[in-house]
């Protein structure tokens, strides 16, 4: 049996579940897929119409009978059917054999509950993993980034993404402080939409504020600042109607939830015991997740923090990265079996990867 399962498993993989983007890492190849969090559905039947970058086109356009779901919602799971049918459709992607049963690697926000990990293993097992492990993020992100978090030296993660920013610190392998705060890029989006609409009365999509913000959006006033032409609908006439929107302005509507994502950072920092401080003070802090990306936000946290920060090399991908890593490390030991060296490996890598 071990063998015949064995080889179905071949393509074992690991999942980052992200409230934005899903991406598949599998085990040999990398990176195979990275797609939008989001399934169009039969509103009346259930059938999937669509799922990843295809389906989040139609958000914001659907007719009643379909409608564009986002089944997770600050890093945890919303709508628990959904999240399967996309984690299955994902899954069949890679292995295109429905009797595939791979093990998975699945990252975990570190600020969620029991019940909320739970959810996320059933998920996947329903989805035909055959057995799943969970990593914890910042910890993925890390190791995604090439820091050494096996050593007793601190490390900083801040990780951004849509709907959660989560801020750890790392130590010999484990996270020793953690914070989670449920403000993320979404919120950024919303505040823009609530700035448009309050100062000149125009209703705008979601997608119409993620691309302002993408655009002209900033943490902190930049050289060369652009505005942009941005369309919707006239709250009073119910026309269509545009109207330009400085940097400047932006800025001022991204504020708010921008100093929730800074004083999360700063109140970690705080609490980070002083050995630990003067290794972030002098390593500098880890930027992850898409929404760093946004201009001048690694300026802004340096300012804020007086510490060290930098962007990983690759934001969007790190923790995807990272937690295929911890895949193919997690295989070497449990082959290699029973050296002494590889059990003192393997109990602290159990200690980050939990089944
Ligand atoms: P998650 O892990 O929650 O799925 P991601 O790490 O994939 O999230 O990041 C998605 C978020 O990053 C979105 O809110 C998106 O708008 C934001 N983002 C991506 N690129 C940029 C950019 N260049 N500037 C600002 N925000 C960005
Ligand atoms: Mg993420």
């Known amino acids: ?3 015949f399962s064995s080889q179905i498993g071949a393509r074992d993989m690991a ?3 992200g409230t934005a983007n899903t991406l598949v890492y599998v085990r040999g190849r990398g990176i195979v897929v990275s797609e939008p969090s989001v399934v169009a559905m039969d509103t ?28 997770l919602r600050h890093g945890v799971i919303a709508d628990f059917e959904v999240t399967e049918q996309m984690l299955r459709y994902f899954i069949r992607r890679v292995h295109q054999s429905r009797f595939a049963h791979p093990r998975l690697v ?50 900083m993660v801040v990780d951004v993404g849509g709907g959660t920013t989560e801020v750890a610190v790392i130590s010999l392998g484990g996270i020793v402080v953690a ?3 449920r403000t993320g890029g979404y919120e950024l989006d919303e505040a823009i939409a609530g700035y448009i609409k309050r100062e000149h009365g125009i209703a705008i999509g979601q997608q119409t504020a993620e691309d302002i913000k993408l655009s002209i959006g900033t943490a902190g006033p930049q050289e060369d600042e652009a505005s942009a032409e941005v369309r919707g609908r006239d709250l009073v006439s119910g026309l269509p109607k545009s109207v330009m929107l ?35 003070a002098e390593r500098g802090i880890l930027l992850a ?6 201009q001048g936000f690694d300026e802004r946290i340096r300012e ?19 937690s295929g890593r911890s895949l193919e490390e997690f295989e070497t030991i449990a082959r290699a079996g029973a050296d002494g060296a590889s059990r003192t490996r393997a109990k602290r890598l159990a200690q980050r990867v939990r089944t």
């Not at 259930?46 to 914001?60: D, F, L, Q, T, W």
């Not at 060290?308 to 969007?316: H, I, Q």
């Open 1 to 3: 049996m071990g063998l």
């Open 106 to 155: 699945m990252c975990a926000p570190s600020g969620v509950t029991d019940v909320e990990k739970r959810a996320v293993i059933e998920a996947s097992l329903s989805a035909g993993a055959r057995r799943v492990h969970l990593i914890e993020e910042p910890i993925a992100a890390a190791i995604g980034a090439g820091l050494a978090i096996e050593e007793p030296v601190g490390n």
């Open 15 to 17: 999942i980052d579940l």
């Open 44 to 71: 009346n039947t259930g059938a999937v119409h669509a799922v990843g970058s295809e389906a989040k086109r139609m958000i914001g356009r659907t007719p009643a009978s379909i409608s564009a779901i986002r089944p």
């Open 304 to 322: 804020e923090t007086g510490m060290p920060a930098s962007l990983a090399e690759s934001p969007l991908t790190c923790v995807a990265v990272g």
């Open 246 to 280: 400085t940097a400047e302005e932006v800025r001022g509507a991204l504020e708010a939830p921008l100093v929730e994502i800074i004083d999360a950072v700063k109140e970690t920092l705080e609490r980070t015991p002083p050995e630990l401080a003067a290794d972030i």
């Open 289 to 294: 997740g898409g929404g760093v990306l946004l």
């Open 179 to 181: 914070e989670s705060v």
